[in-house]
């Protein structure tokens, strides 16, 4: 059989997309503001490398615990394998590793070695720039440092979670989580109705209220997205495993 090395994932669906446009509005907006350019400043140059250390605090401490926390570790290989088939996401691991991988190896060693290596990067990233501004003056070094230290509570606080956040992060990543899911959804005859968004949604996520009144706010978060779970229609998409998510997220705009 013949495997794509890459992991086959369809385009966003235009509600997802929307969410996109959303965080570049809110939770990665301040980042998109530190786009390198001829006005980076010293201060700027350390927001980078701090919001790169708290990438590494996340990936080292806060994800396993989240991913304990939402149950994630206990969805069965059977499950995963409905969402990203297992020797699908070996290929990927394996062609990122970059190196021979026998039989033996098993998928969850080599992610965890691809994870750890991802890690490293973002490590000698912060080294390298730490190497950088020791040629510096200490003004420079001093205005560094400070960013650095707004960098770190930039993007993530203290508890893995979003800055920024206008109230509808959390929503909006459980709906991006589940994007296989409700393309599929809307598929299904006889048609769903946004109860059953609502059910699917509600073991990992804690709505207002009552049922009547969260499947009202739901469906007013799903309307300013365009979401209807019936009559418009968009692409499916795929989903990732919550390692996949480590593998492919933060760290791979750092490794470039």
């Not at 010293?42 to 919001?51: L, R």
């Not at 001093?142 to 509570?153: D, K």
């Not at 956040?165 to 048609?191: A, C, F, N, W």
């Amino acid at each position: 059989m013949e495997i794509d090395l890459e992991l086959p994932i369809s385009p966003l669906p235009d509600w997802a997309k929307k969410i996109m446009t959303q965080f570049g509005k809110t939770i990665i907006k301040p980042i998109l503001k530190l786009r390198p350019s001829k006005k980076t400043t010293c201060q700027d140059y350390g927001k980078m490398i701090g919001i790169v250390s708290r990438g590494i605090t996340f990936y080292r401490k806060d994800a396993w615990k989240i991913i304990e926390d939402e149950g994630l570790d206990e969805i069965s290989k059977e499950d995963w394998e409905k969402i990203q088939p297992r020797d699908q996401l070996r290929a990927y691991v394996v062609k990122q590793l970059g190196r021979p991988v026998a039989d033996t190896e098993t998928l969850e060693d080599l992610e965890a070695e691809l994870i750890e290596r991802r890690i490293k990067q973002m490590e000698e990233i912060r080294t390298r720039a730490f190497q950088f501004m020791s040629q510096r003056s200490a003004k420079d070094n001093a205005m560094f440092h400070m960013g650095m230290a707004q960098g770190y509570e930039m993007f993530l606080d203290e508890d893995g979670q979003f800055r920024g956040d206008r109230g509808r992060t959390e929503i909006y990543m459980e709906l991006l989580s589940s994007v296989h899911q409700i393309e599929k959804m809307r598929r299904m005859l006889p048609p769903r109705n946004d109860s059953d968004l609502y059910e699917h949604l509600k073991p990992w996520y804690r709505f207002p209220n009552e049922r009547e009144e969260g499947t009202a706010w739901l469906r007013k978060v799903c309307d300013d997205i365009s979401l209807y779970i019936t009559g418009k229609r968009g692409p499916s998409s795929g989903a990732a495993s919550s390692a996949s998510v480590l593998i492919t997220g933060f760290t791979d705009s750092t490794s470039g």
